[in-house]
């Protein structure tokens, strides 16, 4: 009787920890922003983006720490992935291979660790807080999300998508991008600015450079003020 109840309760127990990990999609989000894009080449889209919860400090500080290449950010076996193409299978040596005369041939060494990839790595391994929604079939995941007062009362609203809008489509280029330019980043930096009312602009990390942003933290888009407008309209409300 006793062991029997020992192992209901360690069941109970578990199906609470299982619980309080879920994404708390039941209840709805905590927070709503809409907008309309614009100076990107799906504009006009609507836009909705749906937050569960704000990021705590230590994830965000395990961003960073990923950002600045500090061991143990990410996940060991996560930095076999993305690390460039080099062999395929089974062509590595010569001499794996039969030989030729005794020549071998090396394997292309691994990439080096950049600040991008391992942000990138880290962004997979983190839990998903909200959702962005389009015309497209699916959403992105948001990965990070901060709120930051600003000097006016308003609101500097980072998001980290931990993929980047537009991936596999057109919709999300400048107008003035070409085709077939590649990103260096495979996620997006989103920033909204709202006042008071709730209102305002955002701008997005299109193809230019991010950086880490003393004030908030995190990395961020370093040269705002000069970036198209993307999300126009911005709207905040509670669900």
Known sequence: MIRTGLMLLGAALLGGILVAEAP???SGPMLRFTATTANVTGAP????IDLFRWSADAEREKLM??????????????????????????????????????????????????????????????????????????????RYAGKFTLPDGGDRVILITDRRLGESNALWRAPNQAPAAPSSYNFSIIELRVNT????????????????????????????????????KVKQTKP
């Open 24 to 26: 708390p999609t039941d």
């Open 45 to 48: 889209d609507l836009i909705r």
């Open 65 to 142: 720490d990923a950002w600045d290449l500090k061991p143990g950010a990410v996940n060991a076996g996560a930095n076999g992935r993305g690390t460039g193409r080099g062999g395929r299978g089974g062509r590595g040596t010569a001499a794996a291979r039969g030989g030729r005369g005794g020549a071998s041939r090396s394997e292309a060494p691994p990439s080096k660790p950049t600040p991008e990839g391992q942000l990138t790595l880290a962004l997979q391994e983190a839990s998903t807080i909200g959702y962005l929604w389009s015309s497209e079939a699916a959403g992105y995941a948001v």
């Open 197 to 232: 009312k709730g209102t305002g602009e955002g701008k997005l990390s299109l193809g230019e450079k991010v950086a880490p942003d003393a004030a908030a933290g995190i990395v961020a888009l370093p040269d705002y003020d000069s970036l198209p407008v993307v999300f126009t």
